[in-house]
């Protein structure tokens, strides 16, 4: 710590700064490592694993169909409004949980060190709409006057004029992603401080399985090459780089797996690209609000002190990043370079979050399959953001790991590997519907599926539950505070 406070010291009386940030010097082996030319000077370090498998013909037929009908409408006061319209199929995507039809968002509580976890879904959230603006009954004692009572039936509540309205209707085919599969591939994306390191059980994992991994390190990260101008590490350029990664290196049907600050990313390259990302994973992401820089932070100070308090920043991430500080998750930090980055691009990574198009519209219009982990005892993202992200995503399932926390991949592996498997796997049970020939030949039957009292229902499909609404397919809530990921 002494020798870090004498290097800001110099720097802040030479005026030179310390950000003179060079790839890390690795001793890993280069069989698996490919380094990408973004842009002119930009390089990226990529881990890229193509295992060797049997040729297996496409799945074809197989899988299952969901309809994505929803309309969201923004008001000037910046509530907003979705309704979902017709049947959008939600099912538990982890073969042997429990779960409810109908629920806002499925939570499960997951152990690390137990062999099978336990399910326990909350309940949904109030968020009904129809409530505002409705007016008072009149005082006891207090007569109407002729006016009133000759209009008994006008309303007094004054309708709120749409800031924006958007409607979705689409179809799609989801199917299960094996590792046999030689149109799959899985992106993983880290966030702020880490590396592709910080992903080596699941790349271990998914690669033995027969999976084609794509992990690259964001610019001045790992061994990426890290440019001298703050403006290299905005969202929108960062997502440039991820957007050449996507192009390069992505199949027919892609995963996007996503951590913190990664997160945002994949959210970007699924609403880009939504006919070649197949489902998305967003561990310890946060809630579905527009990213925008906080004006007073500790990530404001010069870069100079930013390098002299770095020691005292890396150990905070340790108590805040792990659910547990010992020896072992200190050799975690070391192994996988995780909060290695130097202070400017820190700071530049920090001040760069800035991307207001990343609101809860934003996110509602995904139509996209999502799974959500998130580590319990994680003290940067709190727990209620994802449980609102899930209730924002059209197709989300939440699952919470009870001893994990921020770097919930690194602590619990075995766990995370387990449920990331299984969502990749899940594919929707879609029944096939009754012939054509088989009502004309029952009318009465006919008659009864027309019936209106039973307008909205299938008896051929399942009854699923959505993951962006109340029980009674509505969720009116104010937008959050803007926040910050990590």
């Given amino acids: 710590m002494l020798t870090s406070f004498v290097e800001g010291l110099l720097c802040c009386l030479t005026g030179k700064s310390a950000n003179a940030v060079v790839p890390i010097e690795t001793s890993e082996p280069a069989d698996g490592y490919e380094f990408v030319e973004a842009k002119p000077g930009r390089v990226l370090r990529v881990r890229h694993i193509v295992p060797e498998r049997p040729v297996v013909e496409e799945p074809g037929g197989q899988g299952g169909s969901v309809s994505c009908k929803r309309k969201i409408t923004v008001y000037r006061n910046g509530q907003l409004l979705i309704e979902n319209l017709g049947e959008a199929g939600k099912q538990d995507p982890l073969q042997g949980q429990n779960g409810e039809p109908g629920s806002t968002a499925e939570v499960e509580l997951t152990d690390c060190n137990s062999a099978s976890p336990s399910a326990s879904p909350p309940g949904p959230e109030s968020g009904e709409a129809g409530g505002a603006g ?19 039936q006008q309303t007094r509540k004054r309708r ?33 401080g880490g590396s592709l390191d910080i992903w080596g059980s699941q790349l271990d994992f998914f690669s033995q399985l027969g999976y084609e991994v794509v992990a690259p390190d ?16 905005t969202f929108y350029a960062l997502a440039e780089d991820m957007r050449v990664i996507f192009n390069r290196y992505a199949r027919k ?16 390259l699924a609403h880009e690209y939504p006919e070649q990302v197949h489902k998305v994973v967003m561990i310890n992401g946060g809630g579905p609000t527009a990213l925008e820089p906080s004006l007073c932070s500790i990530f404001n100070l010069p870069t100079c002190v930013l390098h002299c308090l770095s020691p005292c920043l890396a150990w905070s991430f340790l108590k805040a990043g792990f659910a547990r ?5 200190k050799q975690l930090l070391k192994e996988n370079n995780a909060f290695s980055v ?24 995904l139509t996209v399959p999502t799974l959500l982990v ?16 899930a209730e924002i995503l059209l197709l989300a399932f939440l699952k919470i790991i009870d001893d994990g926390s921020h770097m919930v991949m690194m602590e619990c592996p075995e766990t995370v590997n387990t449920l990331l498997h299984e969502f990749f796997l899940w594919e929707p049970d879609v029944k096939p519907r009754p012939r054509p020939e088989t009502a004309k030949a029952r009318p009465e039957t006919a ?33 959050e505070s803007k926040n910050k990921k990590k």
């Fill in 134 to 152: 409705a007016g008072e009954e009149p005082g006891a004692g207090v007569k109407p006057t002729p006016d009133q009572s000759d209009q008994p």
């Fill in 160 to 192: 709120r004029k749409p800031k924006r309205t958007v409607v979705i209707d689409c179809e799609r085919k989801i199917t299960s992603c094996k590792g046999t599969h030689a149109d799959v591939a899985l992106f993983f994306v880290h966030g702020v």
């Fill in 218 to 233: 964001l610019a001045g990260h790992g061994s990426s090459s890290a440019p001298q101008i703050a403006a290299a590490f």
């Fill in 253 to 268: 049907r892609n995963i996007l797996i996503g951590h913190s600050y990664g997160v945002s990313f994949c959210t970007f």
């Fill in 325 to 329: 500080q010992g020896a072992k998750e």
């Fill in 342 to 365: 130097s202070s400017f691009v820190l700071r530049a990574m920090m001040s760069g979050q800035y991307w207001p198009e990343g609101d809860e519209v934003y996110h509602a219009e």
């Fill in 374 to 389: 998130h580590g319990m005892h994680d003290k940067f993202v709190p727990v209620e953001e994802d449980q609102r992200m």
């Fill in 447 to 479: 008659k009864a599926l027309s019936d209106p009292g039973r307008a909205g229902s299938d008896p051929s499909r399942p009854q699923t539950a959505i993951a962006s609404s109340a029980s009674n397919g509505q969720t009116q809530r104010t937008s």
